[in-house]
């Protein structure tokens, strides 16, 4: 029987009701990292630019396992709903926010439902355990990605040009249009039996308490609040020096819950599969955003990393190089957002590269491998092309980067999921996205570290050389990556004051794509050792064939007397 999870029809319902939130988070991504600086600066908070995006990367991807425990014990079609619920929500915050504490708490919100939109469409399309099927279905989903980055940009640019609460205020309208057309275009679809009963009950018709109780909230505190602390370690230490004791509290914090997180993971799946402790099965009861039985399959261990890898090189790639055009170079946000189209158009290179690929090829580690060794390359490319200011080359090194990521989006989620049994599509899928949003999340948290001390550091080496006027040398002793607040204070400042600080900027920003080269060598050799795929499709025609040949021979079994 077909799936009702293929053919043109489910693909184009699929396409109708997803274009619109597909479209509205890559918005999210390419205008708000142009705009960020910009954002900051009207609080008077640019120490804080990067916590704009980091916030929204780091709950869309701790939510991502979370909305795939939802999609499995309520169902799809809820999951999704609830996505677009709280996207409307945070971008209602960001939108009226009086504060930079209320946008970053409408961003954390808005991720929310970022990571549910990415989780559940995801999920949608790997119901069907077909590898064509598969392959065309994640080049339908980043053609879209890639018309939302390409077109982003162009209509974001000309909202922020006017206020960037548009960027925000545009998600309200559009997230309504896009609830009520996945109600009509796919709600008969995915309110289908696909979703899992809760631990301890029978089938779908079970109370809303046993259901709550299976999704793994506690986990959830525990990773977020411990990343959370981990982050602000982070932003804290160029500021207020690595030893003061917030930032050695912190750390130490971070580290504890993290590893408690884990701790609780694990004991969450040892109840799971020891269903006869039913003190255990009654108190462990959720379903682990973790579960470690998966990571027991090292090519499953393989893809994650190198997910976190390739997540980190795209949201680095984005956010900082928007720094370098903004701030370095000194552009506008619209200006700085149609450059980083480049970006999006490598992603679409790789894309377009990658999926001929695996079609052709049946095996998913091709372009991965090709992707990877692509991607530390590119990043020392692009810190040359910094430290010389040469924008051109910046420009076009943006394109080299984008294809590296590309190559690996797909074909990674595939390869991992086709190692993983069936019933753990959901589970995997969710993993794929929330390890490459971790790895994007930690890596602007570390490398805005990174920046500021190197910004730090160059303010005290051109203080010490006494090259500066007296006035100037004073002007410059009172700044540092914490106390410059706007974009409109560095315009302020003497042109040789803001001069070093631009260029401080641009000895920072070299020395975070520095910090990239050793992550990509690493994924570089370990992708190597990824092992060959089942090729489903073939199987099955193998089967079929099988089947063909050996019916007659049954037949004329049953005629004999």
């Known amino acids: ?13 699929l396409m109708g009701s997803l274009a619109l939130p597909i479209f509205l988070e890559t918005l999210d991504y390419t205008v708000v990292a142009t705009a960020q600086a910009k954002i900051a600066s009207s609080f008077n908070r640019l120490d804080l630019q990067s916590w704009i995006g ?18 499995d014990i309520f169902g799809r079609h809820a999951a999704i709903q609830l996505s677009l619920l709280c996207f409307i929500l945070g971008s209602a915050l960001s939108t009226g926010a009086i504060s930079m504490t209320m946008m970053l708490l409408g961003r954390g919100i808005a991720g929310v439902g970022a ?31 890639i018309m939302g980055y390409c077109f982003g940009p162009v209509i974001g640019g000309a909202l922020v040009a006017v206020s960037y609460r548009w960027v925000f205020a545009l998600n309200l309208p559009c997230s309504v249009i896009s609830m009520v057309a996945v109600y009509f275009l796919l709600g008969d679809r995915l309110n289908g039996p696909q979703s899992r009963s809760a ?14 109780l299976a999704i793994d909230f506690f986990g959830a505190f525990l990773f977020v609040s411990g990343i959370i602390l981990f982050m602000l370690a982070l932003t804290w230490g160029p500021t207020f020096a690595w030893g ?4 050695i509290i912190c750390f130490v914090l971070g580290i504890l819950l993290v590893i408690s997180c884990l701790i609780w993971e694990w004991r969450l799946g040892h109840s799971s599969a020891n269903q006869a402790d039913a003190f255990a099965s009654n108190i462990f009861c959720a379903t682990p955003i973790l579960p470690f039985s998966v990571f027991k399959n090292m090519d499953v261990v393989i893809c994650q990393y190198v997910a976190f890898v390739s997540g980190m090189a795209m949201f680095v790639n984005f956010y900082f190089v928007a720094l370098f055009f903004t701030i370095v170079s000194n552009l506008s946000a619209t200006k700085a957002a149609l450059r980083l189209m480049l970006f999006s158009t490598g992603i679409a290179t790789g894309n377009f590269i990658g999926i001929p690929l695996v079609k052709t090829l049946r095996q998913p580690k091709i372009p991965v491998v090709i992707g990877c060794f692509a991607l530390p390359v590119a990043a020392g490319l692009m810190s040359k092309a910094i430290n010389s200011d040469e924008q051109k080359e910046v420009m076009g090194f943006l394109v080299l980067s984008g294809a590296s990521v590309g190559l690996t989006f797909l074909p990674l989620s595939i390869h991992a999921r086709f190692k993983q049994p069936e019933d753990r599509v959901a589970t995997v899928e969710a993993l794929n996205f929330f390890f490459r949003g971790l790895g994007g999340a930690i890596g602007l948290a570390y490398c805005a570290a990174l920046m500021n001390s190197r910004v730090n550091r160059y303010i005290a080496d051109i203080l010490a050389s006494q090259t500066l006027s007296a006035a100037d040398a004073l002007s410059l002793s009172t700044l540092s990556s914490g106390s410059i607040t706007s974009l409109q204070f560095v315009d ?3 042109p040789e004051v803001a001069r070093h600080v631009r260029i401080a900027f641009q000895v920072g920003l070299r020395w975070v794509f520095i910090s990239l080269i050793p992550w990509g060598v690493a994924a570089a050799i370990v992708v190597i050792f990824l092992s060959r795929i089942e090729d489903s499709d073939k199987v099955a025609r193998s089967g079929t064939l099988e089947s063909a040949s ?8 049953h005629d004999l007397p």
């Open 199 to 212: 631990p301890g009950s029978q089938g779908r018709d079970v109370d809303l308490r046993p259901r709550l």
């Open 1 to 13: 029987m077909a799936s009702p999870y293929s053919g043109w029809p489910f693909r184009f319902r």
């Open 115 to 145: 990571g549910g939109i990415l989780a559940v469409a995801r999920i949608i399309m790997a119901d069907v355990r077909s590898l064509s099927e598969n392959n065309f279905q994640s080049g339908m989903l980043v053609t879209m990605y």
């Open 54 to 71: 980091t916030a929204y990367l780091l709950t869309a991807t701790v939510f991502l396992p979370l909305f795939a425990s939802v999609a």
């Open 244 to 247: 003061a004791p917030r930032v």
């Open 550 to 557: 050996i019916a007659p021979h049954t037949e004329k079994i």
């Open 492 to 494: 302020q400042l003497s």
